[in-house]
């Protein structure tokens, strides 16, 4: 007679069974459904944090190893879903209705690649199944629509209930986007005051119809000025990523946009080093340090706060953001593509972490 297997036996055997990056029980952390039995065969539901969970895989084999050691087992089958928790609320902070994390990335100076930085994980992000937007806090040079494939597109705009103006997000890459770039000529500038800035920006987070998001990426200017202060004092932050080059100069100004994060209560998730290595075309092989190397490592273990990415210097990337599409999309299996998408991860992974701890 077949051994009849009980879903308790089920649920025992996956208890060990921990998020890496959590060190919780699957089982407690309920991220273990629908246990079916027919038979030997056994099947269940594993709902993971994030659609962009580095450790899916693992995760998966040490479920199926646990739960074939029951005796009577012959298959497992795993079906892989995910529920992306909500950042931690803060009284003093308005969150924006179906947005459950909010990431800052932000550069202490122009010109170290924040912006291809901040494409490439929303497209790595829309990529593993998330649901993702990227607002364009650049008022003054926005270039997301460019890198986007949206340049020259208007964004349309609707009349609410109480006749206030509600905007709607573009898309392209699976990606909801908002930017100045949208309502501005190419050779317009813009010659605003602070207050001015200040009030586009939260017409952005308010006013935009963003829907159900899981993640909204928002690409904020250089520097230590007035859109930070307003995204900061305005809405809770998931976090903020630093990006850098390993360059003595960038190294210095970003620590200044770490230490303005720290002093406004946001957490940092971390440092990145964009262009951390050149690889030529003709010599994919060979990697060149054109602007030094170990910066960022070395600033990310003075100021205690973890290295969460070396970016490549490859020419598909600017090619890509030249012509508006990301080299996530463009070559997803580039050097580049991977090292974005394994970011993309790693991001995603500790505000996961942050709004379950």
Known sequence: ???IIQQEEILNVLKPVQ?????????ELGMIRNVDIQGGNVSFTLVLTTPACPLREMIVGDCKKAVFAIDGVQSVEVEVTAETPKAKALPDRQGIPGVKNIIAV???KGGVGKTTVSVNVAVSLAQSGAQVGILDADIYGPNVPLMLGLQGQKMPVRHSENGGEIFEPLFN???KVVSMGFWVGEDQP???RGPMLNSAIRQFLYQVDWGELDYLIIDLPPGTGDAQLTLCQSVP???AVIVTTPQTVALLDSRKGLRMFQQLGVPVLGIVENMSYFIPPDAPEKKYDIFSSGGGERTARELGLPLLGMLPLEMPVREGGDRGVPIAMARPDSAS???????????AGKVSVAALT
């Open 173 to 175: 890459y699976g990606v």
């Open 337 to 347: 593509a991977q090292a974005f998408r394994k970011l993309a991860q790693i991001i």
């Open 237 to 239: 932050l998931a976090g």
């Open 19 to 27: 998020d890496p990056e959590l060190r919780r029980s699957l089982v």
């Open 106 to 108: 932000s550069s202490g």
């Open 190 to 192: 813009l010659i605003w």
């Open 1 to 3: 007679m077949q051994r």
